[in-house]
């Protein structure tokens, strides 16, 4: 899915509808794995990033109502999970190992959280 501002491309999304986020628990066979979410840089650090994730997150629960939604995200990319975890995620209690980039976090969101917190 593209994010889109007006009619500029300003990044995108993929979900994907089986559960392939990273985790060593099992997670609800109904999750959907956020499996990317970007920005290009030039619209990166303008405050996008909250109302686009919120647009993702509500167009899941519009076309999947009920579906968990799931992530890993690099254990030192502070900047994203706090946009996470400001969006309702919650740390799944998982650090994974990651490649070159290091850790990853799981991250887990009920389906029907509310908007992003202030």
């Known amino acids: 899915m593209v994010i889109v501002q007006g009619e500029v491309v300003i990044g995108f999304y993929r979900l994907d509808y089986v559960a392939t986020a990273t985790a ?3 997670l609800d066979p109904r999750t959907v794995t ?3 979410f970007a920005l290009g840089a030039p619209w990166q650090g303008l405050g996008l990033g909250r109302p686009a ?3 993702c997150c509500a167009d899941l629960a519009a076309r999947h109502p009920g ?3 799931a992530l890993n995200v690099h254990a030192r990319n502070r900047v994203a999970l706090a946009l996470y975890l400001a969006a309702g995620f919650v740390d799944g209690g998982e650090s994974l190992p990651g490649g070159s980039a290091g850790a990853q976090r799981l991250l887990l969101r009920a389906s029907g959280m509310g908007q992003c917190r202030p």
Do not use: C
């Open 24 to 26: 060593r628990q099992v």
């Open 34 to 36: 956020l499996r990317a």
């Open 53 to 55: 994730l919120e647009a």
């Open 67 to 69: 579906r968990p939604l």
